[in-house]
T-cell receptor
C-alpha cells in the first residue's frame, strides 16, 4: 500500500518570495511521483512529474521538484511566487500497476 | 485537443435520492478514473477502468455506488440512495494506454454534489 503525506496544510507567503511545499511518501513498490495544481472550481492540472532519470524535475509556471529516494520525499519549490500561484497543490504517487494515491493537499496563499 | 468533459457541474439532491454523473474522456485514452474529493482532502480513487473492464474498484461503496463504461468510451457514475456524507466533488480523469502506469491523468472540472 502507498501513502502520501503533505506536511503543511496551508502555506502563506508574500509575492516574490520563495516557497517550498513538502511531500513525503511511503510505498513497498517503486512509484512515479507527480505534483498537481487545482484552482478554485477547477479540475487538477499537472505541474510536473518524476518518472526516472534526473532527480531534479522542472515543470510549468517556474516550479521544480527534487526526488529524494533515501528520504522518500518529493518537495515542490518555486524561487519567486506570484499572486496567480494561489491555489491548492497535490502530491501524488502512481505504481507500475496503475494505482494512484494523492495527498490531502497544501493551500498556497500568495499575499501582495 | 478536447479535454475530459463532465456533466453536470453542480448537483443538489436530497438524501435517499439517486444521482448520476457523466464523463467523456480524452479521445483514445483507454484508462478512465472516477475520484471522490471531499472538502479539505485529496482525491480518493473510487474506480478505475481499462477500456470497458474494471481494474480497481476496491474503494467503491458498492452498496450504493455503481459505475459503467459501455463501449470503453463514456462513463457514468451513479449513487443510489445518496447519503449526506456523499457530498463531495466527483472528478473524472483519463490517461493514455500506451504508457500505462507511467503517465499522468488528465482531469475534468468535476461535479460538485451537495446532499441535503
Amino acid at each position: 500500500a502507498q501513502s502520501v503525506t503533505q506536511l503543511d496544510s496551508q502555506v502563506p507567503v508574500f509575492e516574490e518570495a520563495p516557497v517550498e511545499l513538502r511531500c513525503n511518501y511511503s510505498s513497498s513498490v517503486s512509484v512515479y511521483l507527480f505534483w498537481y495544481v487545482q484552482y478554485p472550481n477547477q479540475g487538477l492540472q499537472l505541474l510536473l512529474k518524476y518518472l526516472s532519470g534526473s532527480t531534479l524535475v522542472k515543470g510549468i509556471n517556474g516550479f521544480e521538484a527534487e526526488f529524494n529516494k533515501s528520504q522518500t520525499s518529493f518537495h515542490l519549490r518555486k524561487p519567486s511566487v506570484h499572486i496567480s500561484d494561489t491555489a491548492e497543490y497535490f502530491c501524488a504517487v502512481l505504481t507500475n500497476a496503475g494505482k494512484s494515491t494523492f495527498g490531502d493537499g497544501t493551500t498556497l496563499t500568495v499575499k501582495p | 485537443e478536447a479535454g475530459v468533459a463532465q456533466s453536470p457541474r453542480y448537483k443538489i439532491i436530497e438524501k435517499r435520492q439517486s444521482v448520476a454523473f457523466w464523463c467523456n474522456p480524452i479521445s483514445g485514452h483507454a484508462t478512465l478514473y472516477w475520484y471522490q474529493q471531499i472538502l479539505g482532502q485529496g482525491p480518493k480513487l473510487l474506480i478505475q477502468f481499462q477500456n470497458n473492464g474494471v481494474v480497481d474498484d476496491s474503494q467503491l461503496p458498492k452498496d450504493r455506488f455503481s459505475a459503467e463504461r459501455l463501449k470503453g468510451v463514456d462513463s457514468t457514475l451513479k449513487i443510489q440512495p445518496a447519503k449526506l456524507e456523499d457530498s463531495a466533488v466527483y472528478l473524472c480523469a483519463s490517461s493514455s494506454p500506451s504508457l500505462r502506469g507511467k503517465t499522468e491523468a488528465f482531469f475534468g472540472q468535476g461535479t460538485r454534489l451537495t446532499v441535503v
